[in-house]
């Protein structure tokens, strides 16, 4: 399956609010609501942010949030931080145990 | 507290194979799916595959099909990576995650172990 589609870069400053999307097909982002979305800085291990869509485990601000219509998912960061600044991924479900994951975003807190 | 301790890095001849171990722990080892995941040097996350510890079923990337594998130990609750045919397309970060279910919700990865393929 092909990689999920993002944007390569993504920027805003801190206090604004910068979505990220996410497009797939029908076979992924499209036909199941299980996208997820990862943050990973610079050598370390990606983080879980959201997963399901919108759902936000335990400990991660709630100025992350998920969304989704169609093909497409995104990813609001709202009140920028510059902790904020990091590489976004999002990964979604392609049926029969597969999964896909999108290209990543880099995020820059300006 | 859940941990993913995977080995250490590798270096490796085109053409030989590696395996890569992630050892899990603070956690019932059979109730959550491992996941495979790879970042090559710059590059984006790549889903290499799946294995269900309870019974080992496996789901590969069409794209490593013929040369992965992944198997379990659940006495050492430990899961192996195994990749075959190395070239320096294969020089990546090599994750285990953890899932629930089968949906790609991964909360807990490993610390990444390199994989470097050279002459």
């Known amino acids: 399956q092909s990689a999920l589609t993002q944007p390569p870069s993504a920027s805003g400053s801190p206090g604004q609010s910068v979505t990220i999307s996410c497009t797939g097909t029908s076979s992924d982002v499209g036909g199941y609501n299980y996208v997820s979305w990862y943050q990973q800085h610079p050598g370390k291990a990606p983080k879980l942010l959201i997963y399901e869509v919108n759902k936000r485990p335990s400990g991660v601000p709630d100025r992350f949030s998920g969304a989704k219509s169609g093909n497409t998912a995104s990813l609001t960061v709202s009140g920028l931080q510059a902790e904020d600044e990091a590489d976004y991924y999002c990964?979604?479900?392609?049926?029969?145990?597969?999964?896909?994951f999108g290209g990543g975003t880099k995020l820059t807190v300006l | 507290q859940v941990q993913l301790v995977q080995s250490g890095a590798e270096v490796k001849k085109p053409g030989a194979s590696v395996t890569v171990s992630c050892k899990a722990s603070?956690?019932?080892?059979?109730?959550?799916?491992m996941y495979w995941v790879r970042q090559a040097p710059g590059q984006g996350l790549e889903w290499m595959g799946i294995i269900n510890p309870t019974g080992g079923a496996t789901t590969y990337a069409q794209k490593f099909q013929g040369r992965v594998t992944m198997t379990r130990d659940t006495s050492t609750s430990t899961v192996y990576l195994d990749l075959s045919s190395l070239t320096s397309d294969d020089t990546a970060v090599y994750y285990c995650?953890?899932?629930?279910?089968?949906?790609?919700?991964?909360?807990?990865w490993g610390q990444g172990t390199l994989v470097t393929v050279s002459s």
């Open positions: 603070g956690y019932t080892f059979s109730t959550y799916y």
């Open positions: 990964g979604s479900y392609a049926g029969n145990s597969k999964g896909v």
């Open positions: 995650a953890r899932s629930y279910y089968d949906i790609l919700t991964c909360d807990y």
